[in-house]
């Protein structure tokens, strides 16, 4: 259920780059450490491959 969520999460982080239209983010923020953490979960769990974990990583450190 966890990798799941954090797939969710990696996804819509990777789709709010794409297009030119305004996204407005509601909710909570994580912290970059946070961030960075979960997406190694999801990595480790097998449920993003290497190229989305550093595609995403690079997201995350260089917003």
């Given at each position: 259920?966890?990798a799941?969520?954090v ?5 819509a ?5 794409c297009?030119g239209e305004k ?11 946070k961030?960075l953490?979960?997406l190694?979960k999801a990595?480790e769990?097998?449920v993003?491959?290497?190229?989305e974990?550093?595609q ?7 917003p």
């Amino acid at each position: 259920m966890r990798a799941l969520m954090v797939a969710a999460i990696i996804a819509a982080a990777l789709a709010a780059g794409c297009g030119g239209e305004k996204v407005e983010h509601r909710g909570t923020t994580a912290t970059t450490g946070k961030q960075l953490m979960d997406l190694q979960k999801a990595y480790e769990a097998g449920v993003i491959s290497k190229d989305e974990y550093e595609q995403a990583r690079k997201k995350i450190l260089n917003p």
